[in-house]
């Protein structure tokens, strides 16, 4: 007999902190393991918001904090949206969180009751599948491929909506494959999104890492301008993963709901944690297009080198530090006895063979690609894409 619930035991390992762990592990055996594996900018947090973490502890911010955020990051939030997105809310409408993350988990157990739908254009970050399962609701996948720039289109978007439907789900930039949604692309979408009584969750944490022109935001289209929730935080922008920051802007009866579910969970975020946050959003902004820059010059270097391995199909991602090659002309080769049959296979085999970390793109909802992130150095990376290709040509 076991304790644990059915929804515990069911609930899988990310796939990204699998990966990550595995790597760790070969590591510690003394293994030259290249980990391109997680999620997380190489760089540090810039200086001057860890300055304002520091001074916010000496000035006493040590203490509970409102559940839906400090009054000034609300404040600072509010202005961001309206200065960078074009998005105007209302500071009753905004909820800080202990991460984007939790801001999505909120959004699942407001909307969601046992058997409702809730759409997620593929390929999807690793965590909404589960999100959705652990709230009792089911996830429905719209894939696109890779010939498709991996961007759904309205028609594919209409064809998944049924009565149970509550939630459409996206990133973009996107989380694996780097694609961003343009403005027209996107006002294809809503014009499907307006006819039918459901909510679109935007998921916009990689905004400050756009190499297009300019980010747009899906809920600066007046026909779902109401019924729009913009999902940002400070992990990738700012390098802050560890600060456990993000935020939502939402219409105000489903930001009340997520601030009412909050306060049962973790309640606020971090008080100093949230004083840096605000001086990240109101103040110079260089460190972060700095960081845009060098990411843009690695994913240059990376489509290169992948490009002159035979059998890897990749596409131009725009935006996020994230490249997700098709592999599946390896399927079914072998070498030294290793079999590889999917993209979980062939994430182990270039782990175990070519001591490069990757995800299997299983884990994001399409299993003929592989998640390679770009979040290292040029000199890493130089080293990993040839590894990866000395592994993938003993194959055979």
Known sequence: MTLLSNKVINLPESATLKMARLARELKAEGKDVISLSLGEPDFDTPDHIKEAAIQALRDGYTKYTPVSGLPELV????????????????????????????????????????????????????????????????????????????KVTPEQLEAAITPKTKFVLFSSPCNPTGSVYLKEELEGLAAVIAQHDIVVISDEIYEYINFTDKHASIGTIESVKDKTVTVNGFAKGFAMTGWRLGYIGAPLWLAKACAKIQSQVTSGATSFGQKAGSVALTSDMTPTYKMRDAFMKRRELVIGLLKKIPGVKTNFPKGAFYIFPDMSAFFGKSANGFVVNNSDDLAEYLLKEGLVATVSGAAFGDPNCIRISYAASEEQLTEAVRRIGVALGALG
């Open 75 to 150: 404040q600072a939030i509010v202005t961001k949206f309206k200065r960078d997105n074009g998005l105007e809310y209302d500071t009753n409408q905004i909820v800080v969180s202990n991460g984007a993350k939790q801001s999505i988990y909120n959004l699942s157990q407001a909307l969601l009751n046992h058997g409702d739908e809730a759409i997620i254009l593929a390929p999807y970050w690793v965590s909404y599948h589960d999100i959705i399962q652990m709230a009792g609701g089911v996830p429905v996948i719209v894939k696109a491929d890779i010939d498709q720039d991996f």
